[in-house]
C-alpha cells in the first residue's frame, strides 16, 4: 500500500484550511487595499503560498501593480483570463469568494503568517533531506552539516532581500535610545507634530473649516500662522465634504490666496471616496494621499465619510483600522474636523471611541466679538502649546470679502478681545474707532452708530457716552482721536485704530468714520453763562434753537451736537418747565 495517499487526520485537515484562509486574507487585503500590497511584498513570494492556485493569484497582482492598474478583484479575474490562467487560479467564482477576505489594518499580521507557515515547510524539508544524506550509505563525513549552512545562508540573503532590515516590528534598542524624541519639530503652527494625527471639534458656526484652512493653506505655502515662523512648504491634502465652491473660493481670497499662490496645498471637494470606515474607502482616500503626494491629510467633516452610527463605537474602530491606521503607518499626519455634541463640556458628538486613537484634541470655541480660544482637551504626548487665544479679522467690500483681509492672529494684552460684541466697552471701541470725540453726546452717537451700520441700544450707548465723557475729564491723551479719511473701506472684524491695538469693528464700506456735517470738533472753552444757554439778547438766526425752550444754543453747544441746553434736559429735571 505505498501507492496511495494517506487521509489526512482532522487536526491535519483543520491545520491545513487555516493557513488557506492566512492566504485568502492576503488576497483579499490586496484586492480592496492596494496600499497594503507594499508591505506585504517585502515580506513574502508567489511560492511562500502553499495552495498552487492563489500562487497564481498573487502573481497576477503583482503584474497589475508593476503595471500601475487597478487591483480590484475584477482587474484580477481579467489579468488572470488575459494570461490564460483563470482556471488554475479557481476560476471568476473562487476569486470572488477570496475578495471577501480582508485583514483591514493586519496585512502585515497575514503576510507573516503566510511566511512562517512556508518556512516551517522549508525547514521540514531540510530535516528530511539532513536524515537522508546523514544515513546514506555512501554518507560523506559533515555533508548534513554543510547543506544546513547552504540553507542558513540562502534565508539570511532572502530576508535581507525582502525586508531591507526593516521589517521587525521589533524596537531596535539602540536606534530607539540614540533618537532625541525631544528635539522633535513641531509643524507649522505648533498644533501637532509629524506623523500625528488630531480632531479639532467645535460649536456649530465657530468657524473651524476658517481657521485650518488657512493654516493649512499657509502651511502649504510655508507662510507663518498663529506667531509660528515661517517654515519650509508642507504638501497638504484637504478632503472636504461640507463646503460648496462659492465658499471655499472666497475664503480663500479672503485668506489673500489666488491661482498662482497655492503652493503644495491640493483640495479635493466631495471627492467620490466610498466610506472611510469600509476597506474600500480606506483604499480610495491611500489612493488620493498617493495621487497629491501629501504629507498631511484634513477631513472636513470627519461625520461625512462614514456609514456606520455615529455614536456607535465600531463605526471609529473601522474607520482607524481602515484608513486612518495605513496612514499613521505610512508616516502621514491627519486632521479630522467634528462637531461638539449637545452637552458641548462632554467634548465631541457621538461615541467616546472617535478620539481615543488621536494624539491631540482641540476645542475651538468663540468667544464674541472675533475672539476665540483654542484649548488642547487631551494629548497622549504633551509636546507642544496647551492653549492659543486667537482673534479673527477680517474686512469686507459691500457684500464680499477683502482679498488677504482675513486672517487668525495670536491676541495680546493690547488687543483687550475681552470687550465682546454688544458690551458697553466694545461699542466705546467701535465709537473710538469711528474718530467720534470723547465730548460728543447721545444725539451726535446715536446718529454716528446709525451711519456706520453698528447696532447698539439705548441705554448701551447712554452708558458709552457717560464713559467717554469721564475719560475726557480725566485727561485722556485720546481724546480726539482722528476721523477715518472719506471713503475709506471699514471692517467688520477687530482691527487697529490710531494708538491703540484694540479690536474694533469699523463703519461698512461707502461710509465715512463721521455722519455728514459733524467732522470732529476741537477742544473749547466751556459756556460762561447759563450752563450752555445763551445770555439774553444774544438771539442767532444762524444757530439751532432748542427743542425744549425754542431759544437759539450757543454756538460751541451746537457743535458739540447737543440739541437742547443743559438745563432744558428733561432728564435732569432743572428746567422750570420740565413736568
Given at each position: ?10 487536526a491535519?485537515r ?7 484562509d492566512?492566504e ?8 480592496n ?7 506585504m ?5 508567489g ?16 503584474t ?10 475584477t ?36 503576510a ?11 525547514e ?24 544546513y ?8 540573503e ?18 530607539f535610545?540614540?533618537?532625541d ?19 479639532i ?29 515661517a ?6 491634502l484637504?478632503?472636504d ?6 465658499d ?6 479672503s ?12 483640495y479635493a ?26 504629507q ?15 455614536n ?14 495605513p ?14 455634541g449637545?452637552d458641548a ?7 467616546s ?16 466679538g ?7 482637551t ?15 479679522q477680517a ?12 486672517r ?13 460684541e ?5 461699542l ?5 474707532a469711528?474718530?467720534?470725540?470723547n465730548?460728543a ?13 453698528i447696532?447698539?441700544?439705548k441705554?448701551?450707548?447712554e452708558?458709552a457716552v ?18 477715518l479719511p472719506?471713503?475709506?473701506p ?16 469699523n ?8 455722519p455728514t ?8 472753552p466751556?459756556p460762561?453763562?447759563g450752563?450752555g ?16 425752550c ?20 428733561p ?9
Open positions: 500500500m505505498e501507492n496511495v495517499r494517506p487521509f489526512p487526520h482532522q491535519d483543520d491545520g491545513l484550511e487555516e493557513q488557506y492566512a485568502r486574507f492576503v488576497l483579499g487585503t490586496a484586492m487595499q492596494a496600499h497594503d500590497i507594499k508591505t511584498r517585502t515580506l513574502i513570494q511560492v511562500n503560498f502553499q495552495r498552487p492556485a492563489h500562487e497564481v493569484i498573487w502573481n497576477a497582482i503583482l497589475l501593480v508593476d503595471r500601475g492598474d487597478s487591483t480590484y478583484f482587474a484580477v479575474i481579467a489579468e488572470l483570463d488575459r494570461s490564460k490562467t483563470l482556471r488554475q487560479a479557481g476560476g471568476i467564482n473562487y476569486i470572488t469568494q477570496v475578495n471577501d477576505y480582508v485583514g483591514g489594518g493586519d496585512a502585515a499580521h497575514w507573516g503568517k503566510v511566511r512562517e507557515a512556508a518556512d516551517l515547510r522549508e521540514a524539508n531540510l530535516g528530511r533531506l539532513i536524515v537522508q544524506r546523514a544515513t546514506a550509505a555512501d554518507a560523506e563525513p559533515g555533508a548534513a552539516i554543510t547543506l549552512e547552504d540553507f542558513a545562508k540562502r534565508r539570511r532572502r530576508d535581507e532581500q525582502q525586508t531591507g532590515g526593516n521589517a521587525s516590528p521589533f524596537l531596535n534598542w539602540a536606534d535610545f540614540a533618537t524624541f525631544g528635539k522633535v519639530e513641531l509643524l507649522p503652527g505648533r498644533l501637532m507634530a509629524p506623523g500625528q494625527q488630531i480632531a471639534v467645535g460649536e456649530g458656526k465657530a468657524g473651524k473649516s476658517l481657521l485650518v484652512q488657512e493654516w493649512l493653506w499657509r502651511m502649504a505655502t510655508g507662510q507663518p500662522f498663529l506667531g509660528d515662523r517654515h519650509d512648504p508642507i504638501p497638504v484637504y478632503v465634504a461640507e463646503n460648496g465652491h462659492a471655499i473660493q472666497a475664503r480663500l481670497i485668506y489673500g490666496a489666488g491661482p498662482d499662490s497655492m503652493g503644495l496645498f491640493t471637494s466631495f471627492p467620490p471616496v466610498r466610506p472611510l470606515d469600509t476597506p474600500g474607502g480606506g483604499q480610495d482616500l491611500l489612493r488620493l494621499v498617493e495621487q497629491s503626494g501629501a498631511l491629510v484634513c477631513l472636513d467633516t470627519v461625520s461625512r465619510f462614514i456609514s456606520g452610527p455615529e456607535d463605537a465600531d463605526t471609529w474602530l473601522s474607520l482607524y483600522r481602515c484608513s486612518l491606521l496612514l499613521k503607518r505610512a508616516g502621514k499626519s491627519s486632521v479630522r474636523l467634528d462637531h461638539l449637545k463640556e462632554r467634548g465631541a458628538r457621538g461615541s471611541a472617535k478620539t481615543q486613537d488621536v494624539d491631540h484634541v482641540w476645542e475651538l470655541r468663540t468667544q464674541g472675533g475672539a476665540l480660544t483654542l484649548k488642547r487631551y494629548t497622549r504626548t504633551g509636546i507642544g502649546p496647551d492653549h492659543f487665544a486667537v482673534v479673527r474686512q469686507q467690500h459691500g457684500d464680499t470679502y477683502k482679498p488677504g483681509g482675513t487668525h492672529i495670536l491676541m495680546t494684552w493690547d488687543t483687550e478681545a475681552e470687550h465682546a454688544g458690551t458697553v466697552e466694545w466705546v471701541d467701535q465709537l473710538d469711528l474718530g467720534l470725540p465730548d453726546g447721545n444725539p451726535r452717537t446715536k446718529a454716528a452708530l446709525a451711519a456706520a451700520r447696532p447698539a441700544a441705554n448701551k450707548i452708558a457717560r464713559h467717554r465723557k469721564n475719560r475726557d475729564n480725566l485727561g485722556s491723551p485720546d481724546g480726539f482721536p482722528q476721523p472719506e471713503g475709506v471699514g471692517e467688520r472684524s477687530p482691527g487697529t485704530s490710531k494708538g491703540s491695538q484694540k479690536p474694533q469693528v463703519h461698512s464700506p461707502g461710509t465715512s468714520g463721521e456735517g459733524t467732522a470732529g470738533s476741537p477742544p473749547s466751556p460762561k453763562e450752563k444757554e445763551e445770555a439774553p439778547g444774544s438771539e442767532d438766526p444762524q444757530l439751532p434753537l432748542c427743542t425744549i425754542g431759544r437759539s444754543l450757543t454756538a460751541d453747544w451746537a457743535n458739540r451736537g447737543y440739541d437742547t441746553h443743559l438745563g432744558c434736559d432728564r435732569t429735571g432743572s428746567h422750570p418747565d420740565a413736568a
